[in-house]
Antibody, heavy 118, light 108 residues
Framework: EVQLLESGGGLVQPGGSLRLSCAAS????????LSWVRQAPGKGLERVSG????????FYADSVKGRFTISRDNFKNILYLQMDSLRAEDTAVYYC???????????WGQGTMVTVSS | EIVLTQSPGNLSLSPGERATLSCRAS???????LAWYQQKPGQAPRLLIY???SRATGIPDRFSGSGSGTDFTLTISRLEPEDFAVYYC?????????FGQGTKLEIK
């Protein structure tokens, strides 16, 4: 079965750090562009970061630029999101998602909750 | 950045009825890069439609997408109980991906 599984979420104080992981099974991660999409409680979807299949091109939303770093280990079949200098407004469920050639997201993980609070 | 505005924000219908959801873009969107998702409480979004009108794998044919330019529509021909959820449109343009704010489809 093709699936993505996120881990690494939790409760962190403002200014703290977390690293999210997204493991793929049933397909080879290295063949696809991937993104992190977050959803604040009761809100809509926001793509916060993306990476090309090779890892050579990355994207960050203005809201996280300079604080989040996306990376991938194609040998381990894992995508990462390093989140530093966390703020209360970063509180959300974070999903990893696989992008299609039509620029849609066809495979999503189950999400991991990040809560930034003192 | 292209802004997507979905309407209505909330839609109350009964099973068996037809649902029409709208997604309007602030500037023209390539039809190749317009998608629709369904999200149920506590679940990840599920891709329904890509390329404005192509159904994703395993999506029932009661779901259809149409439109071009700045106006796109998701139609559910006959609502089933499992179709009541939140629906999002999403576009890619200018190297950016944006989502609409969602339409909540509720049981009447």
């Amino acid at each position: 079965e093709v699936q993505l599984l996120e881990s690494g979420g939790g409760l962190v104080q403002p200014g703290g750090s977390l690293r999210l992981s997204c493991a793929a099974s049933g397909f080879t991660l290295s063949s696809y562009a991937l993104s992190w999409v977050r959803q604040a409680p009761g809100k809509g979807l926001e793509r916060v970061s993306g990476v090309s299949s090779s890892g050579g091109t990355t994207f960050y939303a203005d809201s996280v630029k300079g604080r989040f770093t996306i990376s991938r280990d194609n040998f381990k079949n894992i995508l990462y999101l390093q989140m530093d200098s966390l703020r209360a407004e970063d509180t959300a469920v974070y999903y990893c998602a696989k992008r299609t050639s039509e620029r849609a997201f066809d495979i999503w993980g189950q999400g991991t909750m990040v809560t930034v609070s003192s | 950045e292209i802004v997507l505005t979905q309407s209505p924000g909330n839609l109350s219908l009964s099973p068996g009825e037809r649902a029409t959801l709208s997604c309007r873009a602030s500037q023209s969107v390539s039809s190749s890069y317009l998608a629709w998702y369904q999200q149920k409480p506590g679940q990840a979004p599920r891709l329904l439609i890509y390329g404005a009108s192509s159904r994703a794998t395993g999506i029932p044919d009661r779901f259809s997408g149409s439109g071009s330019g700045t106006d796109f529509t998701l139609t559910i021909s006959r609502l089933e109980p499992e179709d009541f959820a939140v629906y999002y449109c999403q576009q890619y343009g200018g190297s950016l991906y944006t989502f609409g704010q969602g339409t909540k489809l509720e049981i009447k």
